[in-house]
């Protein structure tokens, strides 16, 4: 398991968070985490399950949220246990630092709420990784301001993740300016490719996505140098109970890692 981002963080090749959305059930985030471990582990990229406990940030009141706080968190640690790999999810409130620690390795700051200073606080101090996404409202400067608070609060071990920044009412861009930038702070940058291609704000309430363009961002995030890359996938992105517009079919996982790791190759 990891205890800093060193172990994630390496010249050779480029790290991935990956995995569903949300927890949907026990034997899919099982079967997810199988498949990406043989292909990370046949490319050499550092792994680490990625998946929501709960989804608190909706677009509709009946929107899924989950399968239970508890219960998805130990499906989490089951993931983890199994495969002897590290998971993240999110937390969106001070009080889910503690309870979210015990059951993940990497706490994620949701971009929405990257100036809660209260949340970064709190996540900083279970001593585990913290990765902030940055809001799709702030320049790449001002997440310096998000990264001193977790370090302030006694924790280093910090990572920064671009995710698009808002353009207009229902679309996203990626200033990959941003990626350099956020880097000189000292800490890994990543790249959000599946959430930079929502198309937020739609008129059905249910958000959209552009997910023909994933390997376009992905491989540019790649050529400027990104330190890890975070994906959504799903075995059947339109069953998905959330982001299945935006989401990487499982199938097409392989193919792509492998295009991005001979571009990082060639750097």
């Known amino acids: 398991m990891i205890k800093s981002v060193a172990d994630l963080w390496r010249k050779d090749n480029f790290f991935l968070l990956a995995g569903p959305c949300v927890i949907e059930g026990e034997d899919m985030a099982l079967r997810i985490a199988e498949k990406v471990v043989k292909i990370t582990d046949r490319l050499g990229i550092p792994y680490v399950f990625k998946g929501s406990y709960r989804k608190a940030n909706r677009s509709r009141l009946d929107s899924f949220t989950g399968i239970g706080d508890e219960k998805a968190l130990e499906v989490l640690a089951k993931v983890r246990s199994t495969f002897g790999i590290p998971v993240v999810t ?13 059951y993940v390795d990497v706490l994620q700051i949701p971009a929405f709420l990257c100036r809660q200073t209260d949340l970064l606080v709190a996540a900083a101090r279970t001593g585990k990784i ?6 799709q409202f702030l320049s790449p400067e001002a997440m310096k301001f998000a990264a001193d ?7 280093d071990q910090m990572m920064l993740t671009e995710r698009g920044t808002t353009f207009g009412y229902q679309d996203l861009i990626v200033d990959y300016r941003g990626i350099p930038v956020m880097q000189s702070f000292g800490h890994p940058v990543i790249l959000d490719v599946t959430h930079s291609l929502q198309r937020p704000n739609q008129t059905s309430g249910v958000t959209g996505g552009m997910p023909q363009m994933i390997e376009t961002v992905a491989k540019a995030g790649v050529a400027v140098g990104v330190d890890g890359l975070f994906m959504e996938t799903h ?12 989401m990487l079919k499982l199938d097409l996982l392989e193919g792509l890692l492998e295009k991005l790791v001979r571009i990082r190759q060639s750097l």
């Open 90 to 102: 999110d937390i969106h409130a001070a009080d889910e630092a503690e309870m979210a620690a015990a």
């Open 149 to 155: 608070k977790v370090v302030e609060a006694g924790n």
């Open 235 to 246: 075995e059947n992105p339109s069953e998905a109970k959330s982001d299945g517009a935006n």
């Open 130 to 135: 913290v990765n902030i996404k940055k809001g």
